[in-house]
């Protein structure tokens, strides 16, 4: 087996997981990029993102986007299925909970840059929409646009 599609390490694919109970307890898990020096953009969309109010206990809703260019690691993606799913239970407002995943997937992987988009569903008649990134996309790779579209109501 090549460094390159060596799983030996990983603790959740390919047999029963339970979901972690909160984003402390949850392992991501990270696998080797099998174009490291090439630049390209790997997505992750999670449109049924769920987490809880810190403050009511009733739940949020977003649709997150998470864009990557990696450098030597790619994020495994039932590891981040599960860690996204530990948010379920978790109380924090939606700039910590969009900004968390951020760091902590940069802390895992040491990607060469990431952005995410968290598109929440309106709270109190208003949607928070929150961005971050690492810096300027290397140049050269193309980023498609999230086009997410904004939240419009009924109307």
């Known amino acids: 087996m090549t460094a390159k599609t060596d799983v030996s390490g990983l603790t959740m694919l390919g047999r029963e997981t339970r979901a972690p109970q909160s984003p402390d307890e949850a392992t991501l898990e990270r696998v080797p990029n099998p174009h490291p020096g090439t630049l390209y953009c790997v997505r992750f969309t999670a449109p049924e993102f769920t987490s809880l109010c810190p403050l009511t206990g009733q739940p949020d809703f977003a649709h997150l986007v998470i864009d990557y260019v990696p450098q030597d690691w790619l994020v495994e993606s039932k590891s981040l299925k599960l860690f996204l799913t530990s948010f379920r239970n978790h109380g924090a407002f939606h700039e910590a909970c969009t900004v968390d995943i951020a760091k902590r997937l940069v802390e895992t992987l040491s990607p060469t840059w990431l952005r995410i988009g968290g598109y929440w569903y309106p709270r109190g ?24 579209p904004g939240y419009r109501g009924r109307g």
């Not at 810096?135 to 646009?145: E, V």
């Open 125 to 148: 008649g208003i949607p928070i929409d929150v961005f971050w990134q690492t810096g300027t996309p290397p140049d050269g790779t193309w980023i498609p646009a999230q086009d997410v």
